[in-house]
């Protein structure tokens, strides 16, 4: 599975759209971009998920780059419940494990 | 859909002793994980199973580490002659066939004395 690199750490005020980058310049063609959040002592929540085109619900969007090595997780308007550590994971489609790498702790500011 | 849950959520326990710790998945899913997160990291990768099955385990399972799902529904996982450095949060989680959407439950945080 391929291998991602996010920040450390981001702000954003409340409000306003939180943007968060994530790199996997070494994914293949039939690996998908997984995004989860952990707010500080829960599990994991699922967040969205994509193979190449752009995906939006109800949480977020994600945002996919043409040639896939990169994405970007839209929070629209980012609330103080939205502080948590948020992770980017890349999986094959028959892959079962989950590698979450150490994350972006995203902090919302009033 | 009542969520994943996992008991107990805190252990406290002496080097050297054995814990067991469960977990319940959500009922209709027929895949379930461990993972383990230490402070400051993401969790990582132990064991998945599907059904009552162990398909895959990670070289963090060391010998001390079993775990069993024996009727395909709930799993244990239990750590024998416990060491400082196994203490952790463990995390439980479960995804139904043919969607690789994993749902965690709270996870079960361990501390050894």
């Known amino acids: 599975d391929a291998k991602t690199t996010q920040p450390t750490s981001m702000d954003c005020a409340e409000g306003r759209a939180a943007n968060l980058p994530c790199n996997h310049s070494t994914i293949s063609g039939n690996e998908y971009v997984y995004w989860y959040r952990q707010i500080h002592s829960q599990g994991p929540q699922y967040i969205i998920h994509?193979?190449?085109n752009n995906e939006t619900n109800e949480m977020a969007s994600l945002i996919i780059t043409e040639d896939r090595k990169s994405s970007t997780l839209i929070l629209p308007h980012a609330t103080l419940r939205d502080t948590a550590v948020y992770y980017c994971?890349?999986?094959?489609?028959?892959?079962?494990?989950?590698?979450f790498g150490t994350g972006t702790s995203l902090t919302v500011i009033p | 859909d009542t969520g994943v849950s996992q008991n107990p959520r805190h252990k406290i326990t002496k080097r050297g002793q054995n814990v067991t710790f469960r977990c319940d998945p959500i009922?209709?899913?027929?895949?379930l994980y461990w993972y383990r997160q230490t402070l400051g990291q993401g969790p990582e990768f132990l064991t998945y199973f599907q059904n009552e099955a162990q398909l895959e385990k990670s070289r963090l399972l060391s010998d001390r580490f079993s775990a069993e799902r024996p009727k395909g529904s709930f799993s244990t996982l239990e750590i024998q002659r416990t060491e400082q450095g196994d203490s952790a949060m463990y995390l439980c989680?479960?995804?139904?066939?043919?969607?690789?959407?994993?749902?965690f439950g709270p996870g079960t945080r361990l501390t050894v004395t």
């Open positions: 994509g193979l190449k």
């Open positions: 994971i890349v999986i094959r489609n028959t892959g079962n494990q989950f590698y």
């Open positions: 989680a479960s995804s139904k066939r043919g969607d690789y959407e994993q749902y």
């Open positions: 009922s209709e899913h027929n895949r």
